[in-house]
Every structure is written in structure tokens, then in C-alpha cells.
């Protein structure tokens, strides 16, 4: 830990020469984290005679940011090294890259071209494993904007996600999911702005099998049909709308097809110069990551502050509560009626002893209640993180 603490302080000391580049921008960051319930067991739970941990985290990447023109380049490459000191096994080499291109032409056209890869641990709140899961998600993404009036604009856009686990018994999670849209935007010249956003997407899952009465997913198509709406309504509040009618079917048992409305509102508020807020409800289909189910009807909400306290400190605080309802994929196969309810608080405080340095202190605290233990399980969790960063 002394070691850890003197490395801390070599990253946080003040550079002694100008950035690297208006362009390019070296970062390192350190990490420490203790979490009382790591794996995510229930009360009185213990794998490998224990349930807490300590973690090691140490980053290193660059960012760019470069204009050519009318046009600019965007792009971040990290890796991270991470260690756990109970559960060992669970050590790994995280990868994260990302590049987009938003592109412009002529006074009517732009849009955006890119594409993600990341690697990271698969998390343990659906799969309580001390077996390390490696996740690995592939994206990549294509729109275009056409303004076609000063008042009007149509879009149409495609994304590519694929997501890759590497333990056996977690690769039934392992699909491929491509989505396409196509929209209409009336702009008023306040910015805000209203329109219809009609979406395909199609998921396949290549290691569909059946365990017991479930038939594990091999495929789905999910339509949508939403309202979307982007409300100025002053200078410190900003409301954002999208929500209408969404119907999946599903390659293998068409009794669990579902339809029914999905929406999101987001509401962000700045009352005064140094203090935000910002909200959230949705209901919405969501991927659920286990060794059965593949997705649920999400409810829930959340709330984020943000309180800059001078221009170096700052306080944040969260909150967030989500009820999955699994009785759509279930119904047809078990009279149960089974969802759970997650609770998350967060408060941190963050300090930069220079413009671009930064060390953070984050409390967390997870719990779940599941309405039966048939697929899942409740837990309690406590977390608390320490984080160094210096940019170049």
C-alpha cells in the first residue's frame, strides 16, 4: 500500500513543461478500490472463504481530438492492469479503444463514423462466479443528417454491437446485435427540437440451447416506433423524450413475443453556475447478463447532483432504483411471478491540485431483492474508491 501511495503522488506531481499537444493527450491514472461483496453473494455467502476484496487498478492511454478542417477526428486508446488480493484468479489486462470521424459536407450533410473495442471483466450482479469472465464488446456505427430545409432534417443511422464472453458457461451470453433507424426532425430556432425515429433491431445469439423448461434465446427482432423530443425550455433546463411502441418476437418460442410502450425522459437543470442536476425514468426491453435469462422489462429512475465547490473541488451525489419484471419472458413455461429490485446511492468528492490532475474519493452502496431465489439472488454491497489521474 506505501508503494501504491508513493506512485499516487509521482502521478500528481505538477508537469514541468507545457502539455504534450493541443491534439494529443497522454493520461496515467491509479486506482484503489475495497469492496465488501465482490461477487455479489447473498448475506452470510462466501467463495474461496471470503467475499470482500481489494482492487488495484493502474491506466495508462491518449486521447486526440484533431480538426482537419470542417471535419474532426476523435479517438482514445487505454489499457489498464487490474488486481484483485483475495480472488486472484480474477486478475486481467483491460483494453479499451474507440475513433469516430464526424464528418461535414456542404451546408446539408454531416454526420458520424466510427468504431469501439473494449475489454473488461464481465460484471457479477446477475452471474456470482469466482471464475474470471472476460467481456469483450465490438461496436461500430454509421448516421447521416440531411438538413434539407432550415427547419427540417431527416437522418437514418446503423450500429453493430458484438459482445464476446470467454467462460464456458457464460457463452450463452455471447450474441451479435445490429439496429437501424431512419427519422424525421422539425428544428425550431430556439434548438429544441421534435420528431419521429422508426428502429430495427436484430439480435442473434449462436449458442441458443434449452436448460430445463427455458429455451435460451437464439434470436430476436424488436421494432420501434418513438416519439423524440429535445426541449429547451430555458437556459438551465433542458428535457429530452424518447418513447413510443416497441413489439419483439423471438426466433424460439413465439408465446414469449412481447410488444408494449418503451420511453425515457431525461431531465437536466442547472440552477446556478456551479450546481447541476440531472434525472432520469425509463421503461424499457435491457439485455440481462445470466446463465438463463437474456432480458427483462426495465423500470426505473435515477438522480445526479453535481456541486462544484470552488474551482477545484467538487461533490457529487446519486441515486438510482430499477425494478426488472421477468414475467413476459417466463409466463409461458413457469406460473411464477418473479422480478427483482435494485437500489444504488452514491455520494464522491473530487480535487485537482493542478489543471490537469485530479484525485477522487467514491462511496457506493448496491443492494437487490429478488421477488423469489428461483434465477437469482439478493445481496448488499459497499464500495469505496480511490482514484489519482494526470494528463500530459
Known amino acids: 500500500m506505501a508503494a501504491w501511495a508513493l506512485a499516487s503522488g509521482a502521478v500528481l506531481a505538477p508537469p514541468a513543461h507545457a502539455a504534450f499537444s493541443d491534439t494529443v ?20 455467502q462466501q467463495l474461496d472463504g471470503g ?12 486521447s486526440v481530438e484533431w480538426p482537419l478542417g470542417r471535419q474532426v477526428l476523435i479517438g482514445s486508446a487505454k489499457v489498464s492492469k487490474v488486481s484483485f488480493d483475495h480472488f486472484s484468479q480474477l486478475d486481467y489486462t483491460g483494453q479499451d479503444y474507440q475513433g469516430t470521424w464526424n464528418w461535414v459536407v456542404g451546408n446539408h450533410l454531416n454526420g458520424h463514423l466510427g468504431a469501439s473495442y473494449a475489454q473488461t471483466i464481465a460484471p457479477f450482479t446477475d452471474f456470482h462466479s469466482n471464475e474470471r469472465n472476460l467481456k469483450t464488446q465490438k461496436r461500430g456505427f454509421a448516421d447521416i443528417f440531411w438538413r434539407f430545409h432550415p427547419s427540417w432534417q431527416v437522418h437514418a443511422g446503423y450500429v453493430n454491437d458484438q459482445y464476446d464472453y470467454d467462460l464456458a458457461s457464460q457463452r450463452f451470453n455471447t450474441r451479435t446485435e445490429k439496429a437501424s433507424d431512419a427519422g424525421v426532425d422539425f428544428l425550431a430556432t430556439s434548438g429544441s427540437t421534435v420528431g419521429l425515429v422508426a428502429r430495427r433491431l436484430n439480435g442473434h445469439y449462436p449458442y441458443a440451447n434449452q436448460s430445463g ?9 424488436q421494432d420501434e416506433l418513438k416519439l423524440k423530443v429535445l426541449w429547451r425550455a430555458s437556459g ?28 425515457r425522459l431525461t431531465v437536466q437543470w442547472t440552477p446556478r453556475e456551479r450546481l447541476r442536476w440531472s434525472a432520469a425514468v425509463w421503461r424499457e426491453f435491457t439485455a440481462v447478463e445470466s446463465s438463463i435469462l437474456n432480458y427483462a ?3 426505473g429512475g435515477s438522480v445526479n447532483a453535481t456541486w462544484d465547490v470552488s474551482a477545484k473541488v467538487a461533490l457529487t451525489a446519486s441515486a438510482r432504483r430499477e425494478r426488472r419484471d421477468f414475467n413476459g419472458l417466463l409466463a409461458s413455461v413457469l406460473p411464477i411471478s418473479y422480478d427483482d429490485d435494485s437500489r444504488t446511492l452514491g455520494a464522491g468528492v473530487s480535487y485537482a491540485p493542478t489543471r490537469t490532475s485530479q484525485l477522487s474519493l467514491q462511496y457506493n452502496r448496491e443492494t437487490r431483492d429478488p ?8 445481496y448488499r454491497a459497499n464500495s469505496v474508491s480511490f482514484n489519482a489521474s494526470l494528463q500530459f
Do not use: C, W
Not at 52 to 58: F, L, M, T, Y
Open 25 to 44: 493527450k497522454p493520461f496515467v491514472a491509479l486506482g484503489y478500490t475495497h469492496d465488501d461483496n465482490l461477487l455479489r453473494l447473498e448475506d452470510g
Open 51 to 62: 467475499r470482500a476484496d481489494n482492487i488495484r487498478q493502474s491506466q495508462a492511454g491518449v
Open 213 to 221: 423448461p427455458v429455451v435460451r434465446e437464439s434470436g430476436y427482432t
Open 236 to 263: 438551465l433546463t433542458e428535457v429530452q423524450f424518447l418513447g413510443g411502441r416497441v413489439k419483439r418476437r423471438h426466433d424460439l418460442g413465439a408465446e414469449r413475443d412481447v410488444s408494449g410502450t418503451n420511453a
Open 297 to 299: 422489462l426495465s423500470k
Open 371 to 378: 421477488s423469489n431465489r428461483l434465477f437469482s439472488s439478493g
